[in-house]
């Protein structure tokens, strides 16, 4: 594998991933090195001797790094929930890693915060900005783009905009999931939605309709609610959908937040998971392992999502590459718990 990727490199033109790939270091510790800061001897070693055996052009990528990087990371998220607290948790870790420093700012989902957020992380000069995508300010993100500021998008996407991204299988992992369900007996399968604004909330909800029709399913609009990702909307949304004169016998949320809005609608009521109603969830929380049947979930990838999108910001930050952009997306896994039960 080492030699089929040093020929690949050579091919190409080694790149900073590559170099950290063959000497079996992170790419943190290869820009540490590239920018002469201390790192550990055996380390600096074999980061020598890949770039000798890659044949990486050394030199010329430390010629071309930006001489007015601040070494701070812009990260724009909508909340602290713990979806995103755990992204803030891994990012600022691996960015650490590299010898950079995560500058965070929330917006709560307020479109005039996010515009605040965007000059204020311009005012600060930072190097990149790693966010949540928000389409409602497109036309600024697009001008931080072409004043040389590198955006990579997570979570949601801003189609059009010549950004990097870092997305999961939204769309696969809900259909698995609600497939799942279907495998049990439903057929009658609630779900409670996101925004419809957001990218995840769309390819969530595609997903959930792709599994109903590829099982001969009729989608029936009554059985989507809309929860908005946030606990209150989620009870609400249960409300709903267990006052319809046929009930679903599962649910099926777009996130966690959501799912224990339903947890609490359900208990207020004396409804039973699973016994009266199977539920399950995109996102894994710790609180799901707690409850007492166990929840069942699509687990994301958090840390994965962290060292790429990190990955990336060295790569971008230390050998330019015009206006090429990097799509990644990572796949799920899902997580069977006693939340969801076989019905006749």
């Known amino acids: 594998m080492r030699q089929t990727d040093q020929a690949a490199g050579r091919r190409r033109g080694a790149t900073i991933i590559d170099v950290a790939r063959v000497a079996n270091v ?58 995103h607290a755990r992204m803030l948790e891994h990012l600022a870790h691996s960015v650490r890693q590299t010898g950079r420093a995560l500058l965070t700012y929330c917006h709560g989902g307020d479109p005039r915060v996010v515009a605040e957020a965007l000059d204020f992380f311009a005012a600060q000069r930072v190097d990149a900005l790693v966010m949540d995508g928000t389409a409602e300010v497109y036309d600024r993100i697009d001008d931080l783009i072409k004043h040389d500021i590198p955006i990579i998008f997570y979570n949601n996407d801003v189609r059009g905009l010549a950004a990097d991204r870092v997305m999961v299988e939204n769309q696969r992992a809900s259909h698995r ?76 949320s777009a996130n966690y937040g959501m799912a224990v809005g339903a947890l609490s609608w359900l ?28 929840i069942t979930a699509v687990a994301q990838p958090v840390a994965s999502i962290a060292e790429t999108i990190t990955d990336i ?32």
């Open 26 to 83: 992170a790419v943190g510790t290869v820009s540490r090195y590239i920018n002469g800061q201390t790192i550990r001897r055996s380390n600096r070693e074999q980061i020598e001797r890949a770039i000798q055996d890659l044949g990486y052009r050394r030199n010329a990528a430390a010629a071309s790094i930006r001489t007015d990087l601040t070494h701070m990371i812009g990260f724009l998220v909508p909340t602290f929930d713990e979806f």
């Open 177 to 252: 999931i609600v497939s799942h369900l279907i495998d049990l007996g439903h057929s009658r399968i609630g779900i409670l939605t996101g925004d419809p604004r957001n990218s995840s909330g769309i390819e969530r909800l595609a997903g959930y309709e792709q599994a109903l029709r590829d099982r001969d399913i009729t989608i029936d609009p009554a059985l989507a609610a809309r929860g908005n990702w946030r606990m209150d909307g989620g009870y609400e949304a249960t409300k709903r959908l267990m006052s319809l004169e046929t009930p679903p016998t599962a649910i099926f």
């Open 267 to 294: 208990k207020e009521n004396g409804r039973h998971v699973p016994e009266d109603i199977s539920l399950a969830s995109f996102d894994d929380v710790a609180i799901f392992r707690l409850y007492e049947a166990g």
């Open 313 to 344: 910001l060295v790569q971008r930050l230390t050998e330019p590459s015009g206006d090429a952009t990097r799509s990644v997306i990572l796949e799920c896994d899902i997580i069977l718990r006693g939340s969801t039960r076989r019905i006749n």
